[in-house]
């Protein structure tokens, strides 16, 4: 009982000791985050924190270990320490949605952080999912405008495997339509797993007799399987493939030569931004005056909401330099294995 | 005394023929059965993707050419491994749900120690690196199986919940161990044993000795067990039943063989192969269908008769065959095999003859872990990476095949190469549809309805036998 | 009156609590056949599974030929030559006779693996003593008749010379024809010299195999006597009652009435 009651005590002790402060620091900026489970959000928090305190602000958040309840009951506790901008990454984003209203009706203003939920007032930033696509599409157009082409595509259940491929199609359309490029294997892939990804592109490589000029793989990870397959019949390196998610050891085949592209969404471009646009808004500022800021309406329920839509930096050959100098990769992470004088970056 | 032990006879000479074919040569008619199966999916996709796009195998498809089987082989090679140890698991009426997470987990193990810690030690591609590495892996997945056994042993937790929370709990080791991220490339000897380079090819003269040599054991046991009968004078089996035995274990041996080293080397490996090793190329007329390579004017072109090299046995199909040739040696031939399926049988019973069976459980446990180090090693050497989703699900492959392969999941029945027979049927439905570029979710829907149909008619089978 | 083969002095052992063996002692002499009697629940079982190594006793000592043994599994049991017969049957229903005649002890090649084929062949040795018509040697236990899993049992327990051959109700699954056969098989163990315990629930199972009776109730023994010195019906008295009469050597659990 006395262990209870000291426990009261220290938490309300500790309460008052975070108000205090944030009353000290000028505004109070709260992420309640949906997981950590992935190591890309630890990136994206550090980004966030650094710029919310370069700014003098403070910063607070939650973690909801990738639960919906545990999301909600984290922004209530948010809501009580009244921050001034609440950055949400929604585990499910249709089951936020109310307790988005309780932070408008509290009077704080909300950012819908890298997953949509559908709230006409908030913000939302994140990168251009189906650009993603695009860009790989006009890679591979760039080094392979002609040939045989196969999709290796996400698990089935996931909507941004479906995103991705139609942003390939609108690049893609006219070429397919002309008959300059051919579809000979378009697959999902179970759990967007490697080893699954490497099985489908080696049946397509027996199906079509290694006539296969240019591989479109929708990450990284499964990349790995379809370069796998590629070299076991000693075609990796000529023919490309892409990918996307900046893994390390992706960017390290584009440097060998054996990827083509990974499309790379830099989470602390993201958190920068988004950290930015949260301390305009504590400022007071209008939406509309924040840069970037743009209509989106591509959700689920086409609901208008304001957004910053970040274009994602193709990693290729020519500027791995980027991602070494963002602090993404080390040099000799980049360059393990790379023939001294083929990649610029590399020396 | 009893009725039913004076009324066997081996064959009455009145039963037709096949029974009496099966009776003499005792041939397990189950497996008869399981390889007609696999005979009759391999032709249907054969013709089915023929039908799509005509190509050079049996019945004009894609599916029964050498190029097709030697993928198959190497495919189902991980799984394979796995499963043998899995059907003395589960006949010892255990089960390891862990096996895919293990798989995860000791596979990134091995490869942060070769790419984050040996490479920058001792530098990229030092000998001692993939040696490091595979020793990593075997003794890492022991030890895991061994903790799985103790706690499901001497702890007293049921195997399925013990397994369960390893299955949960050790994916998360490997996300953390590797951070999440994709570790390649591997060390350049470490991924031969995964069957992608040319390396880990042992070519038509090798793979023709191995295959002599596999004929000579197999007419060599034959004959031992006939000595053995002799020495006791039991009765024995007719001299042409030991003579169709020997005959149809070497010619599965010869045909494999015959087929594995039909599949040339891909074009562009054997271009590199001449480059490398200066080989000369000899002059011929350009066939863009041709395997070989040759000079045309000056240019290397594809032609029929050339430059050609045949692939012949991979590594990771060598190290199957001979985990499957040691696990069925172990079950069959050693005090361990007949230990487990006793405790498989009675657990009390064999408590009651000595045997510890709470050790043997620990024993189990571990050399399941140690396979699946072994698959570890080949999974990640033929991806030529590890990612912490290397292996998840693969628990369920692995029953699925022990259970095709008709292991009984209430204990004590089940044999290696019915496994292994299962893993081979198992991955040959996932390949043909991928061939025939069936959507991922009608592969689910096939594998899952396999699944219960084989063990359907198992049942049916087995009530018939009765 | 000789050293007795075996003899188990003082024997108590408790589950959760409850003392399934009180303070029991019993002995056997070589060539002696011993019936232990008792309710179900008695003790009986008990006490022969703690002799055979299934059970550790939390008190109490063994001796075997006048010599202390230490019995703490049953590995230690057949060690001393300690054999037993369990009313379970105790085999492995997946594997074939002669795999579980030699489980535990099986005969190995030089080359250190199972020796099947000699294995089978001591099996159809014994077996043909015991049940000439058998002949399902190649088959899993599971597919024989009751008789032929009681001689595999029995053929188990002889198959290595035993001294002591402990039977936890040998006849309980066996028809009248298959039970006279077993009487014969251990009047050939007597004369062997093997002792043999002898567990029934059973009183006419017993009486005219036995040389001596014990028996048991809650527990402790009431009474041990010579089958030539009691009744049936005295003997029966001991079970329901606990009532030792004047022919019998009264134990801890007799009726004070009666002492």
Redesign the interface.
């Known amino acids: 009982m006395k262990k209870f009651a000291t426990a009261i005590l220290a938490g309300v002790a500790m309460t008052m000791a975070l108000s205090t402060v944030a009353e000290a620091a000028g505004k109070t900026i709260a992420v309640s985050w949906k997981t950590f489970?992935?190591?890309r959000w630890k990136t994206d928090e550090a980004a966030i924190k650094a710029a919310v305190e370069a700014a003098g602000d403070s910063y607070i958040s939650t973690d909801a270990q990738g639960s919906a309840q545990k999301q909600a009951a984290d922004i209530e506790g948010l809501i009580s320490q009244r921050p001034d901008v609440i950055l949400v990454v929604a585990f499910d984003s249709d089951a936020i949605l109310p307790s988005i209203k309780a932070i408008s009706d509290a009077g704080i203003k909300s950012i819908a952080y890298d997953v949509q939920f559908e709230d006409p007032n908030a913000l939302y930033i994140t990168f251009d999912n189906i650009g993603v696509g695009r860009i790989m599409a006009e890679e591979i157009l760039k080094v392979q405008p002609e040939g045989n082409y196969a999709f290796i595509k996400g698990d089935?259940g996931d909507p941004n495997a479906t995103f991705l491929f139609q942003g390939m199609m609108e690049v893609l359309k006219p070429s397919l339509d002309s008959g300059k490029i051919k579809n000979v294997?378009?697959?999902?892939?179970?759990?967007?797993?490697?080893?699954n990804a490497?099985?489908?592109m080696?049946?397509?490589l027996?199906?079509?007799?290694?006539k296969v000029d240019a591989v479109l793989s929708e990450n990284?990870?499964m990349a790995?399987?379809v370069?796998?397959a590629l070299?076991?019949?000693?075609?990796a390196g000529?023919v490309p493939v892409t990918g996307q998610d900046g893994?390390?050891?992706?960017i390290?085949?584009v440097a060998l030569g054996t990827q083509t592209v990974s499309v790379w969404k830099n989470s602390t471009d993201l958190g920068k931004v988004a950290a930015e646009a949260a301390i305009a808004l504590a400022n007071g500022d209008d939406v509309s005056s924040i840069k970037g800021v743009a209509k989106f309406s591509g959700g689920k329920n086409g609901v208008e909401m304001d957004s910053i839509l970040l274009a994602p930096t193709p990693i290729t050959k020519d500027n791995i330099d980027v991602a070494i100098e963002a602090g993404h990769i080390t040099k000799?992470e980049a360059c393990?294995?790379v023939k001294a004088g083929s990649v610029p970056a590399c020396g | 005394?009893?009725k039913?032990?004076?009324s066997?006879p081996a064959a009455a000479p009145t039963k037709p023929l096949l029974s009496r074919f099966l009776a003499a040569t005792e041939i397990d008619t189950r497996m008869l059965g399981m390889v007609a199966a696999l005979f009759a999916i391999w032709c249907a996709f054969d013709i089915y993707?023929g039908f799509l796009?005509p190509?050079t195998g049996l019945f004009g498809g894609?599916f029964l050419?050498p190029?097709?089987l030697w993928?198959l082989l190497v495919?189902t090679s991980s799984i394979a491994v796995m499963t043998t140890g899995m059907v003395l698991v589960i006949v010892m009426r255990h089960i390891d749900l862990s096996v895919g997470s293990m798989l995860s987990l000791v596979a990134v193990a091995g490869a942060v120690l070769q790419v984050f810690i040996l490479?920058?030690a001792i530098g990229?591609g030092h000998p001692a690196i993939w040696i490091a590495a595979v020793a990593a892996c075997l003794v890492l997945g022991t030890l895991i199986g061994a903790m799985n056994g103790f706690l499901t042993a001497y702890a007293q937790i049921p195997a399925f919940i013990v397994t369960l929370g390893g299955l949960i709990a050790y994916s998360g080791v490997a996300?953390l161990l590797a951070?999440?991220?994709?570790?390649?490339?591997m060390d350049k000897t470490y991924k031969i044993i995964?069957?992608?380079?040319p390396e880990s090819w042992l070519g038509p003269t090798w793979s023709w000795a191995l295959a002599f040599v596999a004929c000579a054991l197999i007419i060599l046991a034959v004959a031992n067990g006939r000595r053995?009968?002799k020495?006791?004078g039991?009765q024995m089996r007719p001299v042409w039943a030991e003579a169709v035995l020997a005959t149809i274990g070497s010619a599965a041996v010869l045909g494999t063989t015959a087929v594995l080293t039909s599949y040339p080397?891909?074009?562009?490996?054997?271009?590199?192969y001449a480059a490398d090793n200066d080989v000369t190329i000899p002059e011929g007329v350009e066939n863009v269908n041709g395997d070989a390579i040759c000079m045309a004017a000056d240019r290397i072109v594809r032609c029929t008769e050339g430059l050609i090299y045949y692939t012949g046995y991979a590594a990771p199909v060598l190290v199957a065959l001979a985990v499957g040739a040691a696990m069925s040696?172990i079950a069959?031939?050693?005090?361990f095999g007949?230990y487990v399926?006793?405790?498989?049988?009675?657990p009390?019973?064999?408590?009651?003859?000595?045997?510890n069976t709470k050790m043997m459980t620990v024993k189990v446990f571990a050399l399941m872990g140690f396979l699946v180090g072994v698959s570890s090693i080949i999974?990640s050497a033929?991806?030529?990476?590890a990612?912490n989703?290397?292996?998840?699900?693969n628990e369920l492959f692995v029953i699925a095949s022990a259970v095709i392969g008709g292991t009984s999941l209430a204990g004590?029945?089940g044999t290696i190469y019915g496994a292994l027979l299962g893993a081979l049927m198992m991955q040959s439905i996932?390949?043909g549809m991928?061939?025939?570029?069936l959507?991922?979710?009608f592969q689910?829907i096939v594998v899952g309805t396999v699944l219960v149909f084989a063990v359907f008619v198992d049942q049916l089978y087995r009530r018939r036998v009765? | 009156m000789a050293t007795p083969l075996v003899e188990m002095r003082d024997i108590s052992i408790a589950f959760g609590g409850i003392k399934a063996v009180d303070h029991a002692s019993v002995e056997v002499y070589p060539g002696e056949v011993m019936g232990l009697l008792g309710h179900n629940g008695a003790g009986k079982s008990t006490l022969i599974k703690i002799l055979?190594g299934?059970y550790r006793r939390d008190q109490g000592k063994i001796f075997v030929n006048g010599e202390e043994a230490h019995i703490e599994?049953?590995?230690d049991a057949?060690d001393y030559g300690i054999e037993?017969i369990?009313q379970?049957?105790?085999?492995?229903?997946?594997?074939d006779a002669a795999?579980?005649l030699f489980?535990?002890?099986?005969i190995?090649t030089g080359w250190?693996?199972?020796d099947?084929?000699?294995m089978?062949?001591k099996a159809?040795e014994v077996m043909g003593r015991l049940?000439p018509?058998?002949?399902?040697f190649k088959e899993?236990v599971k597919?024989l008749?009751g008789?032929?899993r009681q001689s595999v049992a029995i053929a188990r327990a002889i198959l290595f010379e035993a001294r002591i051959l402990i039977m936890d109700e040998p006849t309980a699954a066996l028809g009248p024809?298959?039970t006279a056969?077993v009487g014969e098989l251990i009047k050939q163990l007597k004369a062997d010299g093997i002792g043999i315990f002898l567990i029934s629930h059973d009183i006419h199972d017993v009486f005219d195999l036995a040389d001596r009776v014990c028996v048991m109730k809650n527990g402790q023994v009431v009474g041990t006597a010579k089958t030539t010195d009691v009744t049936k019906d005295e003997v029966l008295g001991m079970i329901i009652l606990g009532k030792c009469p004047p022919g019998a050597v009264p134990g801890p659990g007799a009726m004070a009435a009666a002492a």
């Open positions: 489970q992935e190591e089935k294997c378009e697959t999902f892939t179970d759990g967007w797993k490697p080893d490497q099985r489908n080696e049946q397509c027996t199906s079509t007799d290694n990284d990870g790995s399987g370069v796998a070299e076991a019949q000693g075609l000529t893994d390390k050891a992706a390290n085949r000799e393990a294995g | 005394m009893s039913e032990s004076a066997t993707s796009r190509n894609a050419t190029r097709n993928t495919q490479g920058p990229v996300f951070s999440g991220v994709t570790i390649a490339p995964g069957g992608g380079v053995q009968r020495r006791f039991f080397w891909p074009f562009g490996l054997i271009r590199q040696f069959t031939r050693t005090k007949r399926y006793a405790i498989g049988g009675n009390e019973a064999a408590e009651l003859a000595g045997i999974a033929r991806l030529d990476a990612t989703a290397l292996g998840q699900l004590g029945i996932q390949s991928a061939l025939l570029n959507p991922a979710a689910n009765k | 055979s299934a599994n049953p590995r057949k037993t369990y379970t049957l105790a085999l492995a229903d997946n594997v795999a579980n489980l535990g002890r099986e190995m250190g693996t199972l099947d084929a000699a089978e062949a159809r049940n018509n058998f002949r399902r899993p597919s008749s008789g032929q024809q298959e056969q």
